[in-house]
């Protein structure tokens, strides 16, 4: 099985940075994607990056210009570096890796796990 951890969450000034880390733990798996998520009071959650195996990215509206995601696959680490953050940046991140591997029995296993998410406050 894989396992997604996030971290790097904390409480920032209006105009400050920055750097989550999702780190993927198992045996022997490759991953698809991996996406940043975030989910404000009240709100629904909301897809804010996503990044390939390939190097792919993309960015929502909202974030384009000031997130970066990247990946250390030797590391099996994804960063998020968010710079210039505002309030409405405020929210729990998650961390989604769609991820397949092999059960002991052969049988493989293509799945999306989720990270348990870690808290970003900007204030004004």
């Known amino acids: 099985q894989v396992q997604v951890r996030e971290s790097g969450g904390g409480t920032v000034q209006t105009g400050g940075s920055l750097r989550l880390s999702c780190v993927l733990s198992?045996?022997?798996?490759?991953?698809?994607?991996v996406e940043w998520y975030r989910q404000a009071p009240g709100k629904r959650r909301e897809l804010v990056t996503t990044?390939?195996?390939?190097?792919?990215?993309n960015y929502a509206d909202s974030v384009k210009g000031r997130f970066t995601i990247s990946t250390d696959n030797a590391k099996n680490t994804a960063f998020l570096q968010m710079n210039s953050l505002k309030p409405e940046d405020t929210g729990v991140y998650y961390c989604?890796?769609?991820?397949?591997?092999?059960?002991?029995?052969?049988?493989?296993?293509?799945?999306?796990?989720w990270g348990q998410g870690t808290q970003v406050t900007v204030s004004s």
């Open positions: 990044v390939t195996s390939g190097g792919n990215t």
């Open positions: 989604a890796a769609s991820v397949a591997y092999t059960l002991s029995d052969s049988s493989p296993v293509r799945e999306r796990v």
């Open positions: 198992g045996t022997r798996f490759t991953y698809d994607t």
